[in-house]
């Protein structure tokens, strides 16, 4: 609930059948108005909104007491918001004292609804439903609850094993999974499969998962039909910005591997609630999957493998 303006004289609270949705479903929406004392309103509405946060990187000059320039990075966030749908449940009049009235309506999510993505480190989209008592040289009185949109597997990665080595003179990898579309906590089983063309020693054998999140280097100041970017970088030279996070898991220490010598190993690793695969308006969230030979005094021995991760099965 936000704050209410003046004095407590209404009260608006907004409730949902449920919090999870899928683009394309109706989202059933209850708005319930109380007075406590006399309120004029210009209108009551509810509002299906989308939030998007975005993190850029950009240069910034500056002089110096001797009139030097120099170019620095700095980093700022801006804003996006816009609505997918309104309804307009009270027009101009009093919400009277004593008074407590019932307002239902629905939305639909647009079939091509981006997910929600409300925990990423640069980049964050977040859906709710809003109601607002609107009143006139006065704070508007307002409650929101927050919708998740998520997108489910659809069955099409394939079969495997994923990948291909990036050192392939020196080892066949590939990782053996059952799908490449997964779900936010899941754990993924599987093997990585090394074949060594050549004999040599590793220092460790890992599989790591990465969350990989970009946000554009040039905003887009119409991101959408109704949404737009409360811009503030005119004139700035806008970079592309990028934030990694990675899980590591160790699924073997120090080893020799013969060549022609087949080798698998287990892992297991779990998705953390993060970010969902994504494609925004202004910036991706991409999942890889690695397979790696650690070496000592020269660059690894890996294999990469993209996979999508979903909100639910």
Partial sequence: MFGLFGGG???VKVALERTRYQPGETIPVLVTVTGEKD????????ALICHEEYQYRYEERRRDANGRWSTHDKLEWQRAQGEAGKHVFLGEGTVRAG????YECNFTLP?????????????????????????KMAGDIEDEAEV????????????GPFGRSN???????????PTLEWALGETIEGQLLVRPVKSFGVSEVRVELLRVEQVHGAPDPAVSVGVHLDLGLAGKRVKGNEATQVEK???QGGVKLEASQEMAFPFRITIPTAPVTARLHDGTVRWMLKGILA?????????????VVYGAR
């Fill in 295 to 307: 070496r000592t005094l020269r660059s690894d021995t890996q294999v990469e493998q993209e996979i």
């Fill in 249 to 251: 898991v160790k699924v």
């Fill in 99 to 102: 008074s407590s009235e019932r």
């Fill in 9 to 11: 004289k209404a009260s």
């Fill in 111 to 135: 079939p091509d609804a981006l997910p929600s993505c409300p925990n990423g480190k640069i980049l964050r989209l977040r859906w709710a439903v809003r109601a607002t008592l609107d009143r």
């Fill in 39 to 46: 309120l004029n309103i210009r209108e009551g509405r509810v």
């Fill in 148 to 159: 998740l949109v998520y997108h489910a597997p659809r069955g099409l990665s394939g079969t």
């Fill in 167 to 177: 050192q392939p003179e020196e080892a066949a990898l590939s990782l053996a999974v």
